[in-house]
């Protein structure tokens, strides 16, 4: 049962974020939003693991600079409609 919500609500952030709610899409984006969290509250070991493993830490900057632009073109679409 809280396994559904919170599937709920990581869909309803990826549309929010990106607008995109394809699978891929959400599972990127619970990978950007653990990586972030543990940077910030372990940064020791976000370190660490960048270190062990440095394809997996450039393969999260692309997953970052994807979502990054997606949410870019999102905020550009929703200034557009504000301004119509």
Do not use: C, F
Not at 52 to 71: A, F, S, T
């Amino acid at each position: 049962m809280m396994n559904e919500k919170m599937d709920a609500m990581v869909e309803k952030y990826a549309e929010l974020l990106t607008g995109d709610t394809s699978e891929q899409s959400i599972e990127e984006i619970k990978m950007y939003v653990l990586y972030n969290h543990i940077a910030k509250t372990m940064p020791a070991l976000a370190r660490h693991w960048n270190s062990l493993y440095p394809e997996g830490k450039e393969e999260m900057k692309r997953i970052v600079r994807d979502i990054q632009q997606k949410n870019k073109a999102v905020r550009e679409e929703k200034k557009e409609d504000d301004n119509s």
